[in-house]
């Protein structure tokens, strides 16, 4: 199980990081790039938790990324 966070590069754009690494995987123009490649990235290696990070660097969102399994499934179905 890997996971992975979604932040604002400093440079522009937005990075997407495997946790406990110093460098990002990678970087998109757009959040919702950012998130879409770390999600495919946290299923090859066996699902995991992506956390989304806001401009202002505060998780705002956290999906679990399939095969893992979520301990605390939410009540909203809007992932």
């Known amino acids: 199980m890997t996971n992975y966070h979604v932040s604002k590069s400093p440079r522009g754009g937005w990075n997407y990081k495997k946790e406990g690494?110093?460098?990002?995987?990678?970087t998109e123009r757009t959040q919702a790039q950012a998130e879409r490649e770390a999600k495919r990235l946290a299923g090859l290696s066996g699902g995991g938790?992506?956390?989304?990070?806001?401009?202002?660097?505060?998780?705002?969102?956290?999906?679990?990324?399939?095969?893992?399994?979520?301990?605390n499934p939410p009540k909203d179905k809007k992932h």
């Open 21 to 26: 690494s110093d460098r990002a995987s990678g």
């Open 49 to 71: 938790e992506v956390r989304i990070h806001g401009e202002d660097g505060k998780i705002r969102d956290s999906d679990t990324v399939k095969p893992a399994h979520d301990p």
